[in-house]
C-alpha cells in the first residue's frame, strides 16, 4: 500500500528556474491538496483538487501553477521560483471531500538559491 | 474565516509527565477538528479528530482530546509522554458546512527528556 509518495524528497534550484515538484496516491482519493510548512506559519494550503480537471487556489497559490489530468496525479510547478518559495512542500489526499481526514505524503524540501 | 491558535509553541517534559497541548479556534459554525503528529523528518500523520458526538476523543499511542464548544477549545493530552512522542503537534480545524480550507495551528515542539 504506497499510499500518497512525492518526488523529489529534496531540491535545490536557483531563481528564476522552473521546478516541478510530483505527488501521486494509490487510493483512488478524490481530493487532493498541496501544503507549504514554514516556521511561525505551521502548513497553509497552495491549491487543491476536487477531481481531475478540477482544480482552486487556497491560501497562498501566487508563484504556483497545478494540474490534474488523472485522478492519481497532482503535479505543483513554480513557474519562476524565488527564495520566498524555499519550503517544505506536502502534498495530501481525502477520499471525497476535505472536511474528511486528509493523508499527508513524506514532503518534498525545497531549496531556493 | 477560521483561525487556530497554539498557545504554546515550544513544551519541554520528563518521561511520564502529564501533557496538555491548549488549541483553540475561532469561526461561528461547526467544526471538524483534528490533531496531527510529525515525528522529526516525517511527514504528518493523524493522531485523533472530532467530526461530533461524545466530545472526549481517543486516538493513537494513548492521546486524547477533549471539544469543548463553549470555549472553542480542543485540547490534546496524554496522562504519561514517552521520549517517543518528541515531535511536533498541530491542530487543524475545518467548517463542516463548506469551505475547502483546513486550517492549521502553528504547532508546537514537543521534547520529552529521559
Known amino acids: 500500500d504506497a499510499g500518497i509518495t512525492q518526488s523529489p524528497r529534496y531540491k535545490i534550484t536557483e531563481t528564476g528556474r522552473q521546478v516541478t515538484l510530483m505527488c501521486h496516491q494509490t487510493?483512488?482519493?478524490?481530493?487532493m491538496f498541496w501544503y507549504r510548512q514554514d516556521l511561525g506559519h505551521g502548513l497553509r494550503l497552495i491549491y487543491y483538487?476536487?477531481?481531475?480537471?478540477?482544480?482552486d487556489k487556497g491560501e497562498v497559490p501566487d508563484g504556483y501553477v497545478v494540474s490534474r489530468s488523472k485522478t492519481e496525479n497532482f503535479p505543483l510547478t513554480l513557474e519562476s521560483a524565488t527564495r520566498s518559495q524555499t519550503s517544505v512542500y506536502f502534498c495530501?489526499?481525502?477520499?471525497?471531500?476535505?472536511?474528511?481526514?486528509?493523508?499527508f505524503g513524506p514532503g518534498t524540501r525545497l531549496l531556493v538559491l | 474565516a477560521q483561525s487556530v491558535s497554539q498557545h504554546n509553541h515550544h513544551v519541554i517534559l520528563s518521561e511520564a509527565a502529564s501533557l496538555e497541548l491548549g488549541c483553540n479556534y475561532s469561526?461561528?459554525?461547526?467544526?471538524?477538528l483534528f490533531w496531527y503528529v510529525q515525528y522529526p523528518g516525517q511527514h504528518l500523520q493523524l493522531l485523533l479528530k472530532?467530526?461530533?458526538?461524545?466530545?472526549l476523543v481517543k486516538g493513537i499511542k494513548g492521546f486524547e482530546a477533549e471539544f469543548i464548544k463553549s470555549k472553542f477549545s480542543f485540547n490534546l493530552r496524554k496522562p504519561s509522554v514517552q521520549w517517543s512522542d518528541t515531535a511536533e503537534y498541530f491542530c487543524?480545524?475545518?467548517?463542516?458546512?463548506?469551505?475547502?480550507?483546513?486550517?492549521f495551528g502553528t504547532g508546537t515542539q514537543l521534547k520529552v527528556e529521559l
Open positions: 472530532y467530526f461530533s458526538g461524545d466530545p
Open positions: 483538487s476536487a477531481a481531475a480537471d478540477i482544480t
Open positions: 487510493w483512488s482519493h478524490s481530493y
Open positions: 487543524a480545524v475545518i467548517p463542516t458546512g463548506g469551505g475547502n480550507k483546513l486550517t
Open positions: 495530501a489526499s481525502s477520499v471525497s471531500t476535505p472536511q474528511e481526514t486528509q493523508y
Open positions: 469561526y461561528g459554525g461547526t467544526v471538524n
